[in-house]
T-cell receptor, first 112, second 110 residues
Framework: DAKTTQPNSMESNEEEPVHLPCNHS???????IHWYRQLPSQGPEYVIH???SNVNNRMASLAIAEDRKSSTLILHRATLRDAAVYYC?????????????FGTGTRLTIIP | AAGVIQSPRHLIKEKRETATLKCYPI?????VYWYQQGPGQDPQFLIS???????DKGSIPDRFSAQQFSDYHSELNMSSLELGDSALYFC?????????FGPGTRLTVL
């Protein structure tokens, strides 16, 4: 599996935007970029995914570099409930039944 | 909306005992995954099933086995338990790109 690199930790003030970077320089043309997060004492939760174009949903936005070697998860207005470990994961294009390979992730702390 | 159900939520076993963890996926989801998360670690993939057939296998010990039944629920069987098996075990289900995780079973081996 192609590898991703994320900062170990980040801090952000409440109600401010948060930009979580991810590097994936060995991404292949068939890899989708997925983001999951894990809140304390809970199972991971899907956030967003994309292939080439920027994506928006109710939780976040995903900005993908033109060469696809990096991406940024954007939380537009962080709340205390967004404090979690955020994982950037590459998944091969397939029939939708591929496993998730979790890396180290970024532990996001929200400061009230 | 229905979520993934896992039982039991907590389980305490002695070394060398056997444990069975159960997972009930979201209705109409065709794929089930099992992940193990040790203390302070990130989740690691164990095994998955697509339409009741094993579809992928990760770093699952030979002491562990799993299956998916005709009603799509899945069971993870763990034998000869070791202290190092103490972890959170998550089940996830999907029918597309997004995996939905259950609350996990916390297994403690004494």
């Amino acid at each position: 599996d192609a590898k991703t690199t994320q900062p170990n930790s980040m801090e952000s003030n409440e109600e401010e935007p948060v930009h979580l970077p991810c590097n994936h320089s060995t991404i292949s043309g068939t890899d989708y970029i997925h983001w999951y997060r894990q809140l304390p004492s809970q199972g991971p939760e899907y956030v967003i995914h994309g292939l080439t174009s920027n994506v928006n949903n109710r939780m976040a936005s995903l900005a993908i570099a033109e060469d696809r070697k990096s991406s940024t998860l954007i939380l537009h207005r962080a709340t205390l409930r967004d404090a979690a470990v955020y994982y950037c994961i590459l998944r091969s294009r397939g029939f939708g039944n591929e496993k998730l390979t979790f890396g180290t992730g970024t532990r996001l702390t929200i400061i009230p | 909306a229905a979520g993934v159900i896992q039982s039991p939520r907590h389980l305490i076993k002695e070394k060398r005992e056997t444990a069975t963890l159960k997972c009930y996926p979201i209705p109409r989801h065709d794929t089930v995954y099992w992940y193990q998360q040790g203390p302070g670690q990130d989740p690691q993939f164990l095994i998955s099933f697509y339409e009741k057939m094993q579809s992928d296998k990760g770093s699952i010990p030979d002491r562990f086995s799993a299956q998916q039944f005709s009603d799509y629920h899945s069971e993870l069987n763990m034998s000869s338990l070791e202290l190092g098996d103490s972890a959170l075990y998550f089940c996830a289900s999907s029918m597309g790109n997004e995996q939905f995780f259950g609350p996990g079973t916390r297994l403690t081996v004494l």
